[in-house]
C-alpha cells in the first residue's frame, strides 16, 4: 500500500511537472535559466521510475500484446466450472496432470493468458463488440458482428485455483499474485457452499476489492431456481459487507453471456500504477524440469521457474539469487544454500521474450540443476537481486484477529478455534505456505517457530488455518510484529 501511495504520488507531481514546463516556456521569467534546467531532470527522473499512464490506467510498454498485464484468480467451490470458465474464456485446459484428469478436478494452480479485444466500430454496440481471442501479436482480428477490426484493451493471466477444501493452502498461494479475481458459484447448488464462503473470506482478509461474482450454469436450471440462487449471493455478500460487487448470470460451457463479463472486466479491472525501475522481485508459484526422460547429457535443459514479476523488470543473461533456496536442520539449528541462477529464457505462451515486466505469469528458464526445480521443489521462493531479497526467518511474532463466524462448523468446532499454546497451525505469507508451532501466546500477539524458513518483511500480511476435523480451516489473519533469524546461511 505505501509503494502503491508513493507511485500515485509520483504520477500526479510527473503530471504537474509537465503543466509547469509549459507555464514557464511561455513566461519570460529571469530565472528560467535555473527553473528550466532542474524541471527538466525531476520530469526525466519520475518518467525513468514510473512509466504508467495514470489518466486511462494503461500500461506504455511495446510488450502489452506479448505479456499481460493483471493477474485475475478464478476461485470457488469445487465443481462450480472454474476450469471450464478459464477454457471458455482463453481454449486453454488449465486441467492437464495425470491425476487431475482421472479426478476431473484442479489440483495445483492452472495458468492462461486472455486477450480482450473491443470492436474499432463505434456502431457496434456492447456488449457483443467486446471478444476475448487468444491470437498471435502478428496476427490481425475481425469482429464477427460487423467484421471490423477489433483492438486489444486488455491482456490478462487467469489463474485456476482448486476449490477442493484440502487444497485451500494451493488457493492462498495463488491469491500472493492476484490483483483481482472471479467468484465462480454453480446456480445447481445451494448458497454459500463451503469453498465459496472461504475463499470470499480469503480475498476479504487479502484486501482483493476488484471482485466479479458469476452465477454459472444458468442453462440447467429453472428461472425461479435461479432466481432464488440468485438472492442467495447477493445475501452472502451483504452479509460479510462486501461493497462494489457485480453479479453475472451465464453458461461458461455454453458462452451464454460471456461477452458481459468481458465487458465487465475491461472496464471494472483498472490496473494500479507501478515502477518499473525498482529492484525486480519475483514470487515462485510452481517449477517444473522439462526435460523428458531418455533426453540426451548435451540437450538437456536447466530447470525451469513458473511466477509472476511483482515489481521492477527482468531481462535475458541477467544473475539473481533464490531465497531461501536449499535448507536443512542440523542441531536445532536451520542452514540455507541460497541458489544463484542466470536467467536463459523468458516464456509466455510458448513465445520467447528478451525481457518481461511486472504483471502476469511467466516461466523463467534458468541454469539451474533441473533436479532442484522438478515437482514444485521450489515453490514458495522468492527471485531477485541479493541486496533488495527479504530476509529469512524461522520464528515471526504474529499480530492477529479471528474470523467472526466459520460456517459448515459442529458447535463444538467452532468453540475450539481459538488459537491454543503449543498447538500447530498453518499460515501463508505472500507466495508462501507452512505450518509452525505456536510457543508464545500473549492476547493477540503469537510466536511461531515455522517447520521451515520463508521469506518475508515485518508488517506482511499472513493468513492462518487452524486444523479442525481434520482439515486445513482459515480462521483468520494477522501482520508480522516481528522476525526472528534461527539459522545459519552459507552460499
Known sequence: MIIQTYLLISAVLYKLLNFSLIIINLSNMYLIGIVDPILKYLKSFFKKHLTTDIKGGGVCR????????????????????????VKSLTGTTTVKFKNELERNITIKLGYANCKIFKCI?????????????????????????????LKLIKHISLVDCPGHEILMNTMLNGASVMNAAILVIAADEECPQPQT????????????????IIQNKIDIVSTTQAFRNYF???????????????????????????????????????????????????FILRSFDVNKPGTNIKDLRGGVVGGSIVKGMIKLNQFFEIRPGIFFKRKNKILCNFLHIQIKTINV??????????????????????????????????MGKSESLPPIVSKILIN??????????????????????????????????????????????????????????FSDKVCISRRINNHWRLVGCGTISKLNNNMNVFN
Open 62 to 85: 511495446n510488450n502489452f500484446y506479448n505479456q499481460s498485464t493483471l493477474n485475475v484468480g478464478i476461485v470457488g467451490h469445487v465443481a462450480h466450472g472454474k476450469s471450464t470458465l
Open 121 to 149: 466500430n463505434d456502431h457496434c454496440t456492447p456488449p457483443s463488440c467486446y471478444q476475448s481471442q487468444n491470437l498471435d501479436p502478428s496476427a490481425i482480428s475481425y469482429c464477427y458482428k460487423c467484421h471490423r477490426k
Open 197 to 212: 464462503f472461504e475463499h470470499l473470506a480469503a480475498l476479504n482478509l487479502c484486501e482483493l476489492s476488484n471482485l466479479i
Open 232 to 282: 442467495q449471493i447477493q445475501k452472502l455478500c451483504e452479509s460479510i459487507k462486501l461493497k462494489n460487487f457485480s453479479i453475472i448470470p451465464l453458461s461458461a460451457q455454453k458462452k451464454i453471456n460471456m461477452d458481459v463479463l468481458l465487458q465487465l472486466i475491461a472496464e471494472k479491472f483498472i490496473e494500479f500504477p507501478r515502477s518499473f525501475g525498482l529492484s525486480p522481485l519475483v
Open 349 to 382: 505462451e510458448n513465445r520467447n521474450l528478451p525481457e518481461a515486466t511486472c504483471g502476469g505469469l511467466i516461466g523463467i528458464g534458468t541454469n539451474l540443476d533441473p533436479s532442484l526445480t522438478k515437482g514444485d521443489k521450489l515453490s514458495g521462493q522468492m
Open 400 to 457: 492477529y484477529r479471528l474470523l467472526k463466524r466459520l460456517l459448515f462448523l459442529s458447535k463444538d468446532s467452532i468453540k475450539s478455534v481459538g488459537i491454543k499454546l503449543g498447538e500447530i497451525i498453518m499460515i501463508t505469507v505472500n507466495n508462501s505456505s507452512t505450518s509452525g508451532k505456536i510457543y508464545s501466546k500473549k492476547k493477540n500477539n503469537v510466536s511461531i517457530e515455522l517447520i521451515k524458513p520463508i521469506c518475508c518483511n
